[in-house]
C-alpha cells in the first residue's frame, strides 16, 4: 500500500543545516505534491511548504522562506528538505506528507532533529 | 496575517457528541478553497479526518463529520469512543498553490 518513509533522527549544532529524505511508494510520486510540516515539543502543526513532484514547483511558508529549499527526485520517488542555519527553535518532529486528495492523506512517520548548542 | 482559531480543549461523556471549531480570524473563511481535519493521537503522526470540508476518507468512520459556514469549519464527532480522545487540527488551503494554514490544535478528552 502507499506509504511515505522518512530519514532518521537527527541531532545538529546551532547553525548547522539538516537534510531530511522522505521516500515514497505505492502511488505515483510525479502526480501529486509533498508537503513538509513540523511540530515543536508540546506544540501545533506548522506547515513549513509544498513542492510538485509534477513540476518541481515550490510554495514557502514566508518565515522559513531564506534557509528552507525543498527538491524532489523522481527518479527514486524521494523528496528532500533542507534547513540551513538551524536554531534551537526549529527542534521539532518534521513530516513529511502528500495530498492525492483535498487533504493531507498520507503521511511519513517523521523525523526528530534536535538542535543544540 | 490570517489565523485559524481552534479551542483549546473541549470534552464529552462516551456516546455525546462534540463539534471543534475552527474560525478564520481575519479574512472570510469563504476565500479558502477548502479546509481539512486531522487527528493526532501522542507520538503519532497526524492522520486525515475530514477532507474538501466535508468528505470523509476510506476507513474513517462516519461518526466523524466536517461542515463549514461562513468563515468557520466544524468537525462534529457523533456517539463519542474511548479511541477518539486525541489532538484535532483544522488546515485551511487558498488554492492555486498558495499557502496552507493549520489551526493551533483542540484536545478533545473523553471524560
Known amino acids: 500500500q502507499a506509504q511515505l518513509v522518512q530519514s532518521g533522527p537527527e541531532v545538529k549544532k546551532s547553525g548547522a543545516s539538516v537534510r531530511l529524505s522522505c521516500k515514497a511508494s505505492?502511488?505515483?510520486?510525479?502526480?501529486?505534491?509533498i508537503a513538509w510540516v513540523r511540530q515543536a515539543p508540546g506544540q501545533g502543526l506548522e506547515w513549513m511548504g509544498w513542492?510538485?513532484?509534477?513540476?518541481?514547483?515550490?510554495n514557502y511558508v514566508q518565515k522559513l522562506q531564506d534557509r528552507f529549499t525543498m527538491t524532489t527526485d523522481t527518479s527514486t520517488s524521494t523528496a528532500y528538505m533542507e534547513l540551513r542555519s538551524l536554531r534551537s527553535d526549529d527542534t521539532a518532529i518534521y513530516y513529511c506528507?502528500?495530498?492525492?486528495?483535498?487533504?493531507?492523506?498520507?503521511w511519513g512517520q517523521g523525523t526528530k532533529v534536535t538542535v543544540s548548542s | 496575517q490570517s489565523a485559524l482559531t481552534q479551542p483549546r480543549s473541549v470534552s464529552g461523556s462516551p456516546g455525546q457528541s462534540v463539534t471543534i471549531s475552527c474560525t478564520e480570524t481575519?479574512?472570510?473563511?469563504?476565500?479558502?478553497?477548502?479546509v481539512s481535519w486531522y487527528q493526532q493521537h501522542p507520538g503519532k503522526a497526524p492522520k486525515l479526518m475530514i477532507y474538501?470540508?466535508?468528505k470523509r476518507p476510506s476507513g474513517v468512520p462516519d461518526r466523524f463529520s466536517g461542515s463549514r459556514s461562513g468563515n468557520t469549519a466544524s468537525l462534529i464527532i457523533s456517539g463519542l469512543q474511548a479511541e477518539d480522545e486525541a489532538d484535532y487540527y483544522c488546515?485551511?488551503?487558498?488554492?492555486?498553490?498558495?499557502?496552507?494554514?493549520f489551526g493551533g490544535g483542540t484536545k478533545l478528552t473523553v471524560l
Open positions: 474538501g470540508d466535508t
Open positions: 506528507a502528500t495530498n492525492r486528495i483535498d487533504g493531507f492523506d498520507l
Open positions: 513542492i510538485s513532484a509534477h513540476n518541481g514547483y515550490t
Open positions: 481575519s479574512s472570510a473563511l469563504g476565500g479558502y478553497i477548502y
Open positions: 488546515c485551511s488551503y487558498a488554492g492555486s498553490y498558495t499557502s496552507y494554514l
Open positions: 505505492g502511488y505515483t510520486f510525479s502526480s501529486y505534491g
